[in-house]
């Protein structure tokens, strides 16, 4: 079983729609990421969060502590959100998700 | 805005050569890692690194990879003698400290091996 599970594993929306990505995680924890990483491959951190709920723009990430899990979320979608969206859990090292691919359509 | 840069951007090299990945950290981060991604797979840790010593390492770093920060602004990944599996996406990141912010990650370097 993976340590971190992320869903869906692919996601098609249309430009506006509300869009929320999970991840549940089984190992312990000091912090969780989400990441984005765009179709050339760079990887750009959206958020570090070890509690609660973080807001930047049109994203959102939330976690709970108590159920392992996170989400993130994007109002309003554009097709520039088209990405892949990455999950990861940090303590003495990183542990990575599959990623959540996303496309928003025009 | 400060950021991490890695070189080169693509390296091919054949089975059983030496390569050396650079990275430039941002330049008061303290704490530096070494990830890989293969093509279509998840990206993985490989390394961090501390105060001029590894602190964490996988499985996957094993006797063939060492790390070095030979200048006090570049961070090198060595891998000794190249195996047709460590073809991969190799991307650098730094950050402030443990529990000191998100990671920044570099543009990464492809490498393929022959």
């Known amino acids: 079983k993976n340590e971190v599970e992320q869903s869906p594993q692919n996601l098609t929306a249309q430009e506006g729609e509300f869009i929320t990505i999970n991840c549940s995680y089984s190992v312990g924890i000091s912090a969780l990421h989400w990441l984005q990483q765009h179709p050339g491959g760079g990887i750009v951190s959206l958020f570090m969060l070890s509690s609660g709920k973080k807001k930047h723009g049109r994203l959102i990430a939330t976690i709970n502590i108590q159920e392992k899990h996170s989400s993130l979320h994007i109002t309003a979608s554009h097709p520039r959100d088209s990405a892949v969206y990455i999950c990861?859990?940090?303590?003495?090292?990183?542990?990575f998700g599959a990623g959540t691919r996303l496309t928003v359509k025009p | 805005e400060p950021e991490v840069t890695q070189t080169p951007s693509h390296q091919v090299t054949q089975m059983g050569q030496e390569v050396i990945l650079r990275c430039v950290p941002i330049?008061?981060?303290?704490?530096f890692y070494w990830y890989r991604q293969i093509l279509g797979q998840k990206v993985e840790f490989l390394v961090s690194?501390?105060?001029?010593?590894?602190?964490?390492k996988s499985e996957i770093f094993d006797d063939q990879f060492s790390v070095e920060r030979p200048d006090g602004s570049n961070f090198t990944l060595k891998i000794r003698s190249t195996k047709l599996e460590d073809s991969a996406m190799y991307f650098c990141a730094s950050n402030g400290g443990v529990g000191l912010g998100e990671q920044f990650f570099g543009p990464g370097t492809r490498l393929t091996v022959l």
């Open positions: 330049s008061n981060h303290l704490y």
């Open positions: 990861a859990v940090s303590g003495d090292d990183m542990r």
């Open positions: 690194f501390y105060n001029n010593e590894i602190s964490e």
